[in-house]
């Protein structure tokens, strides 16, 4: 279930904001979206398994605190950060 180096690598090329940009907050929200689609996903096939359960719900209060930080920090960042991620408000 962890994401593949490529896969992150695009990630990270994606959001980031300079070259040497790993781990601003754009890059860390879209890295935990990705990681929560893929839990979702094992979660429709595996619906008894508690501990990847805690660990999706885990995942997405870090993704909500890391967004209600930048829509308080930088609305704009945050309004273009949830329409590229297909998330709602």
Known sequence: MALSK???NEIIKKFQKNEKDTGSVEVQVALLTEQIKALTAHLKAN???????RS???LVGQRRSLLNYLARTDREAYLKLIFDLGLRK
């Open 47 to 53: 619906h008894k398994d508690a501990h990847s359960k």
């Open 6 to 8: 490529e896969r992150k």
């Open 56 to 58: 999706l719900l885990v």
